[in-house]
Structures are given as C-alpha cells and as structure tokens.
C-alpha cells in the first residue's frame, strides 16, 4: 500500500461515531512520513489525488473526503508550509459541495462531482 493510501486508511480509522476526525493523530501520522518540504508537497498532492479517485470511484463518501481535506488543508497551512496546487484544487472542489449557493442546486452534485471528474480525467 503506497503512503497516500495508508495516510487516508488511518484517517478513516480514527473517526468518530459522527464522522469527525480528529486531526491530532493524523497530523503526527504526516509528520512521522513527510521528511522535507519537497516530499510535503509530493504526499499531499498523492493523498489529495487518492481521495479524489476513490470518490470518484464511489469508494468514499463526500463526508469523509471532505473531512480528509480539510485534515489536509490545515496540515498545510502551517506557517512556512506552501500549499501543493492539486491540493488546492481537490480542497476546493470540496469545500464548495459544504454550501448552499443560493441557487437551489445540491451543492455537492453541482460543484464537486464535476470538479472531482475534472481533476480524476486530467490524471490519469
């Protein structure tokens, strides 16, 4: 099993009843296998992907991608820490199925599905 995959499997492993996952593990899970900035980035972005491909893929749901992105997303903003652009863009795609837009549409088939597609379409 590659880190990306494992980083996600034991994210997933430590949520609670209500899908919540606490971020200290997982932090000290990615510090534990993310030696430099370099390889920061290139983990991010692998686990970023891999929850883009298993969302797609029906693997996981919106809840707990978007609760793995966010785990991510706050990973990443430490201070000194650039954010990797794919994570940027799977945070995103995420972070815009959370709400209500105003216009009446589920937010998650409107803006997450297709920008998952997108970003799932361009990598592989």
Not at 18 to 24: L, Q, T, V
Not at 41 to 67: I, K, P
Not at 91 to 97: H, N, W
Request: proline letters at 6%; one cysteine or more; hydrophobic letters at 40%.
């Amino acid at each position: 099993m590659d880190v990306a995959a494992s980083m996600i499997d034991f994210a997933l492993a430590h949520a609670s009843l209500d899908g919540h996952i606490a971020s200290g593990p997982v932090f000290a899970w990615l510090g534990d296998h993310v030696a430099e900035p370099e390889s920061e980035a290139q983990v991010l972005d692998a686990v970023s992907l891999e929850v883009a491909q298993r969302y797609s893929a029906g693997e996981m749901t919106f809840r707990q991608c978007d609760e793995v992105m966010s785990l991510v997303w706050s990973f990443c903003c430490r201070p000194g820490h650039p954010i990797p652009d794919l994570t940027h863009e799977v945070f995103e795609a995420f972070d815009q199925g959370e709400y209500d837009h105003g216009d009446g549409a589920d937010p998650e088939a409107r803006f997450t599905k297709p920008m998952i597609r997108r970003i799932v379409n361009r990598r592989t």
